[in-house]
């Protein structure tokens, strides 16, 4: 069997494991990959013969017919021929005109300079930036026909451009426009020089009407193939007609650009007719005005939530580094949310993944500005905020349904050293009562610091500790950085012999079959696998299967994979070429891309590094996510540092090495909103911060905190005092002990969100604005946050602080600890929360699933269900169950589930189960509160039978408690 053959029924397998999302595997890619080399000989030898007739015909159909023809971009991303292939060229039927691209197809003239009129009617917000290059000068700008103006920029950040763009300012104009009902294409044709090197001549424009409320827009090389990310994306399985959607999509001939507008409103939501259009080689760069300054999104930064439109620059290359402001970090999010001024939002995805910088001016203005591939934007029109995200997941990828266990606490440090010093703090934390999951390892237990091994000596035991883990209910985790030792003599280290054997490692450049060279924590020196190749996930399996066969994991931690190097490049540099030295380089750290990672002329299967350096965490996310589902025969965990979109459908996210200091942990909440809006919900920072000593203080609020990231961790690093709770002392140990237990009771919601966010795309944690869009107080509130649209999580985020100052939007609000109303909404309260202490708001109308906790998910499991029904202004509430084994891959597909939705109207709470298909536990009803009854209750039933209640009537809170029923069967709780 060949090994193209392998890759297929491999496939088969694999896909028996996956749900329902398009082309998810990683091995799709390998095998249109493979295909296409293995037709390459065939085609080259048909092509060289048959190129000039073909060529000469082209320009005769050309002149005589004005065609408009689809390009196929689509080398890298092969299936949507194969699915559309009824569609390829939709817009030809409707062609009209005559074509003069043939004799446009010249050496363009420099851009004819401005006259003063048209520059000095530009006012400052709305002047793009011509010469973002580093040396402008006013003879400079004006060579490229752009105006030029000095000023004092009021932003710490960036400054307004000195030169810009006139007001009538076009390299390009349009031609041989066509449409049909299912989208709009056409050809813009190069006028002038932009002053970059090579100018795209000829460029092709689509827009897709792929959905009614998603719209793709693609602008492209006609000439010649450019790099386009090989991510999987979900298609359509048809277009729609352009007047059922959401949306629509205008050209004006005289202008260079697009415009998209909200069909209902009206409102121009992405416009494209200024701002400079420019398509070089390796300088491209569009921009469009905003409808309202209320942007969200671009990642990864450290930044407020809501950004502010003061002339900011974010740069998107994966880069190694502890965050900070202006500074690229670990991932690269090319996606920004917008909510627009009546309340309404919509969303845009770049799929570009080359270096690039956004730039946001206070027009309002978004500049997007990379230095490879091509323009390939995906609009969704909401119109809640929650409506954008659910579209967006829906294209990128659903997130991945965690295992039960993965929701509890995971303790770790960089330092343990040995194993008896593991066994020592865990052991301190399990006595001192505080919930406890999952224990991690960092690099100090590997032999050497190389991946699949253990230090037998300081970690002795390893595998018998991890067993008698799993015995009482917890889980282990350790680390696994990507980059694997070459320095081992010949057969000493499997992992790097079989990696040379199945060629799978990255090369140093398109022409040399050596691997590329650098180093991280190896003794000497480290190669990198390449994710992108076909082996290389059966090269990872193998690698995960023999460890798993040493010592049982139960998931893994990879990092340093953005990749990070301890080189700039190689030992010894890199290449002086255009790769490593483009003529425009985003505003990263130390100005240079292959700072702290590998050269960017090193190649990969799938492209240069240059082109591919930002999928290379997510690439590595997918081949350990099989790994595991292929080893382990259960749900995969896995947390990685670089991400990229669609990794929230393989993995989850930690922030990175964050500063153990009050800034970096109010900025963690923005951070964490941010990457649920990314479709990554299962993300957290690590607790108490990772970088520099933390303080009792700082720990008791952070632990207060932390306890409600979606993935709650405590991390920190070998040059730091221990943080665990018990080291820093009965003020942690208590905070740690009762935000913990809160979370553990809060298990049945917390998974049930996970579901929906599996199912529908939601978020887990999510800003207020999500459930509030028509309260602008809420646009920038980033020091409160919600878990789905029920509990409002309000922490102490400043030192010495005993008070906390809290927004309640619109609603009734009821305290999680007293069942008493707190607020009616829309208006700032400051709350008591004493040390140890955290705020929690229950929202009016929710009905919210709990369990009495206990020290371990897996003992958290076996309580009966308790029910919080806080009643609305209408006296009604809602809310719904998810369950399942919690560790099962296909427990949704398959039916082993149960799900219940609860209701509660006029003085009757119903449970009625909707789906029951898991038996293996009762779901056993202990008790039931019930907030905000506004009449006296004198007697309760429970399906007609009366049963035992308290009610207080100051607080207006019922308690039935000590039941025993099965809410399998449904059940009606009545009150009079």
């Given at each position: 069997?060949?090994?193209?053959?392998?890759?297929?029924?491999?496939?088969?397998?694999?896909?028996?494991?996956?749900?329902?999302?398009?082309?998810?595997?990683?091995?799709?890619?390998?095998?249109?990959?493979?295909?296409?080399?293995?037709?390459?000989?065939?085609?080259?030898?048909?092509?060289?013969?048959?190129?000039?007739?073909?060529?000469?015909?082209?320009?005769?159909?050309?002149?005589?017919?004005?065609?408009?023809?689809?390009?196929?971009?689509?080398?890298?991303?092969?299936?949507?021929?194969?699915?559309?292939?009824?569609?390829?060229?939709?817009?030809?039927?409707?062609?009209?005109?005559?074509?003069?691209?043939?004799?446009?197809?010249?050496?363009?003239?420099?851009?004819?300079?401005?006259?003063?009129?048209?520059?000095?009617?530009?006012?400052?917000?709305?002047?793009?930036?011509?010469?973002?290059?580093?040396?402008?000068?006013?003879?400079?700008?004006?060579?490229?026909?752009?105006?030029?103006?000095?000023?004092?920029?009021?932003?710490?950040?960036?400054?307004?451009?000195?030169?810009?763009?006139?007001?009538?300012?076009?390299?390009?104009?349009?031609?041989?426009?066509?449409?049909?009902?299912?989208?709009?294409?056409?050809?813009?044709?190069?006028?002038?020089?932009?002053?970059?090197?090579?100018?795209?001549?000829?460029?092709?424009?689509?827009?897709?009407?792929e959905t009614n409320y998603r719209l793709r827009i693609k602008i492209y090389d006609r000439e010649n193939r450019r790099y386009e990310p090989p991510v999987p994306?979900?298609?359509?399985?048809?277009?729609?007609?352009?007047?059922?959607?959401?949306?629509?999509?205008?050209?004006?001939?005289?202008?260079?650009?697009?415009?998209?507008?909200?069909?209902?409103?009206?409102?121009?939501?992405?416009?494209?007719?200024?701002?400079?259009?420019?398509?070089?080689?390796?300088?491209?760069?569009?921009?469009?005005?905003?409808?309202?300054?209320?942007?969200?999104?671009?990642?990864?930064?450290?930044?407020?939530?809501?950004?502010?439109?003061?002339?900011?620059?974010?740069?998107?290359?994966?880069?190694?580094?502890?965050?900070?402001?202006?500074?690229?970090?670990?991932?690269?999010?090319?996606?920004?949310?917008?909510?627009?001024?009546?309340?309404?939002?919509?969303?845009?995805?770049?799929?570009?993944?080359?270096?690039?910088?956004?730039?946001?001016?206070?027009?309002?203005?978004?500049?997007?500005?990379?230095?490879?591939?091509?323009?390939?934007?995906?609009?969704?029109?909401?119109?809640?905020?929650?409506?954008?995200?659910?579209?967006?997941t829906e294209l990128i990828g659903r997130p991945f349904m965690p295992p039960f266990w993965s929701l509890g606490y995971h303790q770790c440090r960089f330092g343990?050293?040995?194993?008896?010093?593991?066994?020592?703090?865990?052991?301190?934390?399990?006595?001192?009562?505080?919930?406890?999951?999952?224990?991690?390892?960092?690099?100090?237990?590997?032999?050497?610091?190389?991946?699949?091994?253990?230090?037998?000596?300081?970690?002795?035991?390893?595998?018998?500790?991890?067993?008698?883990?799993?015995?009482?209910?917890?889980?282990?985790?350790?680390?696994?950085?990507?980059?694997?030792?070459?320095?081992?003599?010949?057969?000493?280290?499997?992992?790097?012999?079989?990696?040379?054997?199945?060629?799978?490692?990255?090369?140093?450049?398109?022409?040399?079959?050596?691997?590329?060279?650098?180093?991280?924590?190896?003794?000497?020196?480290?190669?990198?696998?390449?994710?992108?190749?076909?082996?290389?996930?059966?090269?990872?399996?193998?690698?995960?299967?023999?460890?798993?066969?040493?010592?049982?994991?139960?998931?893994?931690?990879?990092?340093?994979?953005?990749?990070?190097?301890?080189?700039?490049?190689?030992?010894?540099?890199?290449?002086?070429?255009?790769?490593?030295?483009?003529?425009?380089?985003?505003?990263?750290?130390?100005?240079?891309?292959?700072?702290?990672?590998?050269?960017?002329?090193?190649?990969?299967?799938?492209?240069?590094?240059?082109?591919?350096?930002?999928?290379?965490?997510?690439?590595?996310?997918?081949?350990?996510?099989?790994?595991?589902?292929?080893?382990?025969?259960?749900?995969?965990?896995?947390?990685?540092?670089?991400?990229?979109?669609?990794?929230?459908?393989?993995?989850?996210?930690?922030?990175?090495?964050?500063?153990?200091?009050?800034?970096?942990?109010?900025?963690?909440?923005?951070?964490?909103?941010?990457?649920?809006?990314?479709?990554?919900?299962?993300?957290?920072?690590?607790?108490?911060?990772?970088?520099?000593?933390?303080?009792?203080?700082?720990?008791?609020?952070?632990?207060?905190?932390?306890?409600?990231?979606?993935?709650?961790?405590?991390?920190?690093?070998?040059?730091?005092?221990?943080?665990?709770?018990?080291?820093?002392?009965?003020?942690?140990?208590?905070?740690?002990?009762?935000?913990?237990?809160?979370?553990?009771?809060?298990?049945?919601?917390?998974?049930?969100?996970?579901?929906?966010?599996?199912?529908?795309?939601?978020?887990?944690?999510?800003?207020?604005?999500?459930?509030?869009?028509?309260?602008?107080?809420?646009?920038?509130?980033?020091?409160?946050?919600?878990?789905?649209?029920?509990?409002?999580?309000?922490?102490?985020?400043?030192?010495?602080?005993?008070?906390?100052?809290?927004?309640?939007?619109?609603?009734?609000?009821?305290?999680?600890?007293?069942?008493?109303?707190?607020?009616?909404?829309?208006?700032?309260?400051?709350?008591?929360?004493?040390?140890?202490?955290?705020?929690?708001?229950?929202?009016?109308?929710?009905?919210?699933?709990?369990?009495?906790?206990?020290?371990?998910?897996?003992?958290?499991?076996?309580?009966?269900?308790?029910?919080?029904?806080?009643?609305?202004?209408?006296?009604?509430?809602?809310?719904?169950?998810?369950?399942?084994?919690?560790?099962?891959?296909?427990?949704?597909?398959?039916?082993?589930?149960?799900?219940?939705?609860?209701?509660?109207?006029?003085?009757?709470?119903?449970?009625?189960?909707?789906?029951?298909?898991y038996f293996d536990e009762h779901l056993k009803l202990g008790s039931v509160r019930i907030l905000g009854i506004q009449s006296d209750v004198v007697n309760v039933?429970?399906?007609?039978?009366?049963?035992?209640?308290?009610?207080?009537?100051?607080?207006?809170?019922?308690?039935?408690?000590?039941?025993?029923?099965?809410?399998?069967?449904?059940?009606?709780?009545?009150?009079?």
């Amino acid at each position: 069997m060949d090994d193209a053959s392998k890759i297929e029924k491999h496939l088969l397998v694999q896909s028996k494991n996956l749900d329902s999302f398009n082309d998810t595997s990683i091995y799709t890619m390998h095998w249109n990959l493979r295909q296409r080399d293995r037709n390459t000989v065939a085609r080259k030898i048909i092509i060289c013969g048959l190129s000039l007739a073909f060529l000469l015909l082209a320009l005769i159909i050309l002149r005589a017919f004005g065609k408009s023809f689809l390009c196929d971009n689509s080398y890298l991303n092969s299936n949507w021929n194969e699915i559309h292939a009824e569609f390829d060229s939709p817009f030809r039927l409707n062609s009209q005109g005559s074509s003069d691209i043939a004799l446009e197809l010249k050496t363009p003239l420099p851009h004819p300079k401005p006259s003063s009129e048209v520059c000095y009617d530009v006012p400052e917000e709305l002047r793009f930036d011509c010469f973002p290059l580093s040396g402008a000068s006013e003879d400079k700008c004006s060579e490229r026909g752009c105006c030029w103006k000095s000023t004092i920029s009021s932003s710490p950040d960036l400054g307004v451009p000195f030169c810009y763009y006139p007001s009538n300012y076009g390299l390009y104009k349009w031609d041989n426009i066509s449409q049909n009902e299912r989208g709009v294409a056409g050809n813009l044709v190069l006028k002038y020089s932009s002053g970059y090197v090579d100018d795209i001549l000829n460029l092709g424009v689509e827009a897709f009407f792929e959905t009614n409320y998603r719209l793709r827009i693609k602008i492209y090389d006609r000439e010649n193939r450019r790099y386009e990310p090989p991510v999987p994306v979900t298609e359509p399985k048809d277009f729609v007609e352009e007047l059922s959607t959401e949306y629509e999509f205008k050209i004006d001939p005289k202008k260079t650009g697009f415009v998209v507008k909200r069909r209902a409103t009206g409102e121009i939501i992405f416009d494209t007719t200024t701002g400079g259009f420019t398509f070089a080689n390796q300088f491209l760069q569009i921009s469009s005005l905003l409808p309202s300054p209320y942007l969200y999104g671009i990642g990864e930064q450290q930044d407020t939530l809501l950004h502010s439109t003061n002339w900011k620059q974010f740069s998107l290359f994966a880069h190694d580094g502890v965050p900070a402001d202006h500074m690229n970090l670990y991932g690269s999010h090319p996606f920004y949310l917008v909510m627009e001024n009546n309340g309404m939002s919509h969303g845009v995805f770049l799929k570009n993944s080359d270096p690039m910088d956004i730039i946001i001016q206070p027009a309002p203005a978004i500049t997007f500005r990379t230095i490879g591939g091509i323009f390939d934007f995906y609009i969704f029109l909401g119109p809640k905020p929650g409506d954008v995200v659910s579209q967006y997941t829906e294209l990128i990828g659903r997130p991945f349904m965690p295992p039960f266990w993965s929701l509890g606490y995971h303790q770790c440090r960089f330092g343990y050293n040995t194993l008896n010093r593991t066994k020592e703090i865990m052991g301190r934390t399990r006595d001192a009562g505080i919930p406890f999951d999952v224990q991690w390892v960092d690099i100090d237990y590997m032999d050497k610091r190389r991946d699949f091994t253990y230090d037998k000596d300081n970690y002795f035991g390893l595998p018998d500790f991890v067993k008698a883990l799993q015995l009482v209910g917890m889980h282990f985790i350790p680390i696994m950085d990507p980059g694997i030792s070459n320095a081992d003599s010949n057969g000493a280290y499997p992992p790097y012999d079989e990696g040379l054997e199945m060629n799978v490692f990255i090369k140093k450049n398109k022409n040399s079959a050596e691997p590329f060279e650098g180093k991280v924590w190896n003794p000497v020196s480290t190669v990198w696998p390449d994710f992108t190749h076909p082996n290389a996930t059966e090269y990872w399996i193998n690698q995960i299967r023999r460890f798993v066969e040493e010592v049982p994991i139960d998931g893994l931690w990879i990092d340093m994979n953005e990749p990070a190097n301890f080189y700039n490049g190689a030992k010894e540099g890199c290449p002086d070429n255009s790769l490593e030295n483009p003529p425009y380089t985003p505003r990263v750290v130390d100005g240079h891309l292959q700072h702290k990672t590998l050269c960017m002329s090193a190649q990969q299967y799938a492209g240069a590094h240059y082109d591919v350096h930002n999928l290379y965490g997510f690439t590595e996310t997918i081949a350990t996510n099989f790994a595991l589902t292929e080893v382990l025969k259960r749900r995969p965990f896995i947390i990685s540092r670089s991400t990229y979109p669609g990794q929230g459908h393989f993995g989850g996210h930690w922030t990175g090495d964050v500063r153990s200091d009050w800034g970096d942990m109010k900025k963690s909440i923005s951070a964490i909103l941010n990457f649920n809006m990314f479709g990554i919900p299962m993300v957290g920072a690590d607790i108490c911060g990772f970088v520099q000593n933390t303080t009792a203080d700082l720990c008791t609020r952070w632990m207060e905190l932390g306890a409600f990231y979606p993935f709650s961790r405590n991390h920190n690093s070998d040059d730091t005092i221990d943080q665990d709770p018990v080291a820093l002392g009965p003020d942690v140990v208590e905070a740690a002990k009762n935000s913990l237990l809160i979370r553990y009771s809060l298990l049945p919601y917390l998974y049930t969100l996970f579901w929906r966010a599996n199912q529908y795309g939601e978020t887990v944690a999510r800003p207020l604005f999500f459930e509030f869009p028509d309260d602008r107080s809420t646009y920038g509130i980033d020091v409160q946050f919600l878990w789905g649209s029920s509990l409002m999580i309000i922490p102490v985020l400043d030192p010495l602080e005993q008070v906390v100052t809290a927004y309640f939007p619109k609603g009734l609000w009821y305290d999680y600890e007293t069942f008493k109303l707190m607020s009616e909404g829309e208006e700032i309260m400051d709350l008591e929360s004493p040390s140890g202490k955290i705020r929690l708001a229950i929202r009016g109308g929710s009905i919210i699933p709990t369990q009495s906790p206990n020290v371990t998910t897996a003992r958290t499991r076996l309580s009966p269900f308790e029910l919080i029904a806080a009643l609305d202004e209408e006296q009604k509430a809602c809310g719904s169950l998810y369950w399942d084994d919690g560790i099962s891959i296909d427990s949704f597909m398959s039916g082993k589930y149960n799900y219940l939705e609860f209701s509660s109207s006029g003085s009757a709470l119903e449970i009625s189960p909707k789906k029951i298909g898991y038996f293996d536990e009762h779901l056993k009803l202990g008790s039931v509160r019930i907030l905000g009854i506004q009449s006296d209750v004198v007697n309760v039933s429970l399906n007609g039978g009366k049963v035992d209640f308290t009610y207080s009537k100051p607080d207006k809170v019922l308690i039935v408690d000590n039941l025993s029923a099965n809410m399998s069967d449904g059940i009606t709780i009545s009150w009079h």
